[in-house]
Nanobody, 115 residues
Framework: QVQLVESGGGLVQAGGSLRLSCAAS????????MRWHRQAPGKQRELVAS???????IYADSVKGRFTISRDNAKNTVYLQMNSLKPEDTAVYYC?????????WGQGTQVTVSS
């Protein structure tokens, strides 16, 4: 079992920044991928960014150049630095921990960007 605890969400004005954190604990594999997804009201959950244990990253086109995913393997923690936030970034952001054995999800953290 793996537990994920997210933090860092909140309310911010357009153009502002937030940093999300997700700490994993439990049966952590040295080879894993950690992802941030988001789900806005009435929309499907979408992948925002992904980072492997080796540091390879993937970003959704909508956040490229504005968001940065990073991780601290010693702390089993993944971060999402979000800059130049837009109202359309408003969503619940979920952390996911993925291995060949399956995926675990955090409880989500709300990010609201006001115009």
């Amino acid at each position: 079992q793996v537990q994920l605890v997210e933090s860092g969400g909140g309310l911010v004005q357009a153009g502002g920044s937030l940093r999300l954190s997700c700490a994993a604990s439990g049966s952590i594999s040295s080879i894993n991928t950690m992802r941030w997804h988001r789900q806005a009201p009435g929309k499907q959950r979408e992948l925002v960014a992904s980072i492997t244990s080796g540091g390879s990253t993937i970003y959704a086109d909508s956040v490229k150049g504005r968001f940065t995913i990073s991780r601290d393997n010693a702390k089993n923690t993944v971060y999402l630095q979000m800059n130049s936030l837009k109202p359309e970034d408003t969503a619940v952001y979920y952390c996911a921990y993925v291995t060949v054995n399956g995926a675990y999800w955090g409880q989500g953290t709300q990010v609201t960007v006001s115009s």
